[in-house]
């Protein structure tokens, strides 16, 4: 998938990537450049390095180990086709709010995006899955105006970006605020992605092998600071365990209940 209208050479998010990717969208061979920006951009990872040094002519290579290295830049595959499509829909109707896609393009990755997740109703509930019919419209001789068409697509766009990017918004700095509390200085987005990408893959891992994550939790709570703050919160987000640790962290970090309570409103 194009990242841009023009198809030109820029570098999309590391989460918009594992939208794509979820999606059957991610065009193999540009992947290695973006992961060789995303490095230059502060991201870390052995799996990142990998992925930056191939030469992306085999697809294979570079799917296999793309979930490893979004992982390093603390992201996870979104876990639905309508999530995927949420996130790529934002990046569609971000370009458009911004001048730089015209809106039979839009209308080309909404028909693009709708057809990957197979039509699926939650996805064309969405504001832009909604305009998944109008290229009907286009040129047929019936229908609404280009400029009825237009403002259709304007309509769907702000209601695709105020509906979802406040929330994704609000979400982000919610775990930006908890990995940093009680951490001096405040350190930069790339560590604390690369801490909690790093306290997930040891969750994932703990879990894979039947191992206790609670104890492995205690272990790392002696670490003060950024490295006990993702440990928490990677533990955190398994349900099952979020009534267990918060209360626990609370009792020794008073000073940091308002962090607290702002990210548990973000988990499941």
Known sequence: MDSS??????????????AWEELGLVPA????????YWIAAGFDGESLVQLAGLHGDDPHDVHDLLPAVLEDCGVHLPDSDTAAAGVAFDHVARLFRDGLAAPYWV???VNEISARSGY???????????????????????GRTTEELTAVIRDACNDQLHGRSADDAARSQ??????????????TKALLVR?????????????????????WLGTESQYRGLREN?????VMEIPELTAEVAPG????????????????????
């Open 120 to 142: 699926q109703r939650s996805v064309l509930a969405l504001p832009l899955g909604s305009l998944y019919s109008l290229d009907d419209e286009r040129g047929a001789g019936w």
């Open 5 to 18: 209208p023009s198809g030109a050479a820029e570098v999309p998010s590391p989460e918009l990537v594992a």
């Open 230 to 234: 993702a440990a928490t919160l990677a």
């Open 174 to 187: 919610a775990i930006t605020a908890f990995l940093s509390a009680g951490v001096v200085p405040q350190p």
């Open 107 to 109: 209308l080309q990755r």
């Open 195 to 215: 801490a909690l990408a790093a306290a997930r893959r040891s969750v994932s891992e703990l879990r894979d092998s039947g191992k206790p994550v609670v104890a």
């Open 249 to 268: 962290y609370a009792e020794h970090h008073p000073d940091r209940a308002a962090a607290l309570r702002r990210i548990l409103d973000y988990l499941p």
């Open 29 to 36: 061979e540009r992947v290695p450049l973006w992961a060789a």
